[in-house]
T-cell receptor, first 114, second 113 residues
Framework: AQSVTQLDSHVSVSEGTPVLLRCNYSSSYSPSLFWYVQHPNKGLQLLLKYTSAATLVKGINGFEAEFKKSETSFHLTKPSAHMSDAAEYFCVVSDRTGANNLFFGTGTRLTVIP | EAGVAQSPRYKIIEKRQSVAFWCNPISGHATLYWYQQILGQGPKLLIQFQNNGVVDDSQLPKDRFSAERLKGVDSTLKIQPAKLEDSAVYLC???????????FGSGTRLTVV
């Protein structure tokens, strides 16, 4: 079975400081992993995805994530937070061997302090 | 390209009433998904279509929820009768093929009172 655990329900950072959103996954097979962002009253937007190529994945808006199999982690980082980064972030694992459905974590709300 | 279209954006109904949501995926996307997102939680899959066929509806509460994609393009999700716990955002997503990245619509926020 596939699942993800987002270790922080809420993260608060100052503008211009680094962002770290933590995610651990559980998967019986080699997973596909994703990070999605959801701004208030907006749809979910794909930030980046890992599909067994390079372990360091670069996404949009300066975000990146590193797949670490030994730690079963896929943490999302950004060197310098911007006010527009304030949103809900979801770590997601895909059921690649079945119907390819997405299984979402419970989300991390990122607050950026001016 | 146009995104995934959903309507209505908001709906308020009384419990035991019926409601329907509509989704039009990105043109050419064979795979369509309906997700339910309860406040404070991550989205949960309700049903997946591949063209006009159901791939996975194992999480769909079939006693009250139904969905169809008759012509393999747009889709309708229905709840009949609604319960208070159905209050959520209903998200539609599509992808060109299974395994591709999903594109989500803005969702329909349902409030059952």
């Amino acid at each position: 079975a596939q699942s993800v655990t987002q270790l922080d329900s809420h993260v608060s950072v100052s503008e211009g400081t680094p962002v770290l959103l933590r995610c651990n996954y559980s998967s019986s097979y080699s997973p596909s992993l994703f990070w999605y962002v959801q701004h208030p009253n907006k749809g979910l937007q794909l930030l980046l995805k890992y599909t067994s190529a390079a372990t360091l994945v670069k996404g949009i808006n300066g975000f990146e994530a590193e797949f670490k199999k030994s730690e079963t982690s896929f943490h999302l980082t950004k060197p310098s937070a911007h006010m527009s980064d304030a949103a809900e972030y979801f770590c997601v694992v895909s059921d690649r061997t079945g119907a390819n459905n997405l299984f979402f974590g419970t989300g991390t709300r990122l607050t950026v302090i001016p | 390209e146009a995104g995934v279209a959903q309507s209505p954006r908001y709906k308020i109904i009384e419990k035991r009433q019926s409601v329907a949501f509509w989704c039009n995926p990105i043109s050419g996307h064979a795979t369509l998904y309906w997700y339910q997102q309860i406040l404070g939680q991550g989205p949960k899959l309700l049903i997946q279509f591949q063209n006009n066929g159901v791939v996975d509806d194992s999480q769909l509460p079939k006693d009250r929820f139904s969905a169809e994609r008759l012509k393999g393009v747009d889709s309708t999700l229905k709840i009949q009768p609604a319960k208070l716990e159905d209050s959520a955002v209903y998200l539609c997503a599509s992808s060109l093929d299974r395994g591709d990245g999903y594109t989500f619509g803005s969702g329909t926020r349902l409030t059952v009172v």
